[in-house]
T-cell receptor, first 121, second 111 residues
Framework: DTGVSQDPRHKITKRGQNVTFRCDPI?????LYWYRQTLGQGPEFLTY????????KSRLLSDRFSAERPKGSFSTLEIQRTEQGDSAMYLC???????????????????FGEGSRLTVL | EDQVTQSPEALRLQEGESSSLNCSYT??????LFWYRQDPGKGPEFLFT???AGEEKEKERLKATLTKKESFLHITAPKPEDSATYLC????????????FGAGTRLFVKA
């Protein structure tokens, strides 16, 4: 299977602990995105990488959140000092300019992983 | 501010009962509109991309259409396996491209 993979699929932690999620995108995709999704809502954008460069961060991303994509391959999302409000599904997606058609250089369709579900007790 | 609004929030259909889901959007310079399907506990799965008003795309029992202000996802003679959340999304540009999503429509199809 050469889709987007995320690890771990589920994480239960106590408030105040640090957690890290990993995402392995589709190998030929140079764009990688992190989203957060809570029950009954659509995915909310967190941050975006093109190769190893982090090009945009949402205002939702507090100082406790940090994301990296060393060497432009896999990415990690770390949450420090977790709070109960951080409980959510964290989704990773990747895309490539080669999947884009139409004018304007849109981000193209996103290929999502299965997500990492975080529960903060 | 760029925005995507979907309606209804939930839709319950009998098997074979056709209906439509709505997605209205406000974005400066449309660069495409996407539909995704999401099953419980899984990531969204891409269905369609539409780029210009009047465009239509079909896949099995689903047909997506686009106007200048909204998109519709028509479901013809649905089956229970069509039960899922359907998400609408548009790419936006604020220094870097990102895609924003609506809250989705949860579709339940009863046999």
């Amino acid at each position: 299977d050469t889709g987007v993979s995320q690890d771990p699929r589920h994480k239960i932690t106590k408030r105040g602990q640090n957690v890290t999620f990993r995402c392995d995108p589709i190998s030929e995709h140079n764009r990688l995105y992190w989203y957060r999704q809570t029950l009954g809502q659509g995915p909310e954008f967190l941050t975006y990488f093109q190769n190893e460069a982090q090009l945009e961060k949402s205002r939702l991303l507090s100082d406790r959140f940090s994301a990296e994509r060393p060497k432009g391959s896999f990415s990690t999302l770390e949450i420090q000092r977790t709070e109960q409000g951080d409980s959510a599904m964290y989704l990773c997606a990747s895309s490539s300019p080669t999947t884009t058609s139409g004018a304007g250089g849109s981000s193209g369709e996103l290929f999502f992983g299965e997500g990492s579900r975080l529960t903060v007790l | 501010e760029d925005q995507v609004t979907q309606s209804p929030e939930a839709l319950r259909l009998q098997e074979g009962e056709s209906s439509s889901l709505n997605c209205s959007y406000t974005v400066s310079g449309l660069r495409g509109l996407f539909w995704y399907r999401q099953d419980p506990g899984k990531g969204p799965e891409f269905l369609f991309t539409l780029y210009s008003a009047g465009e239509e795309k079909e896949k099995e029992r689903l047909k997506a259409t686009l106007t200048k202000k909204e998109s519709f996802l028509h479901i013809t003679a649905p089956k229970p396996e069509d039960s899922a959340t359907y998400l609408c999304a548009v790419p936006t540009y604020t220094g870097g491209f990102k895609t924003i999503f609506g809250a989705g429509t949860r579709l339940f199809v009863k046999a």
